[in-house]
Nanobody, 120 residues
Framework: QVQLVESGGGLVQAGGSLRLSCAAPRSRLSNNVMVWYRQAPGKQREFVAV???????READSVKGCLTISRDNGKSTVYLQMNSLKPEDTAVYFCNYFNGGLHGSPFGSWGQGTQVTVSS
């Protein structure tokens, strides 16, 4: 299975913005629900947002208004726009395929993720 490749992370000050990208094989992404998760130091991986193949979105309550998922099937890429970042957003961010609709679960191998560090 070809891995998903996350990018776009970095070090940013509180209140700043980042846009994360997740590149996937074209044949896989366009027909799949895609999801972003994150894992903060010492914590379990947690759900951030999911997007259907047609662009319907579900976001975790903790990120509504700050983190927005989108996709460009033509570019075979899923994005996570992160605004008004807070130190508690510091984590490694992962994307994956999602099975079972918007309330399903991730499947497939996890990639390396991309590190986001927000300084206060």
């Amino acid at each position: 299975q070809v891995q998903l490749v996350e990018s776009g992370g970095g070090l940013v000050q509180a209140g700043g913005s980042l846009r994360l990208s997740c590149a996937a094989p074209r044949s896989r992404l366009s027909n799949n629900v895609m999801v972003w998760y994150r894992q903060a130091p010492g914590k379990q991986r947690e759900f951030v947002a999911v997007i259907s193949s047609g662009g319907i979105i579900r976001e975790a309550d903790s990120v509504k208004g700050c983190l927005t998922i989108s996709r460009d099937n033509g570019k075979s890429t899923v994005y996570l726009q992160m605004n008004s970042l807070k130190p508690e957003d510091t984590a490694v961010y992962f994307c994956n395929y999602f099975n079972g609709g918007l309330h399903g679960s991730p499947f497939g191998s996890w990639g390396q993720g991309t590190q986001v560090t927000v300084s206060s």
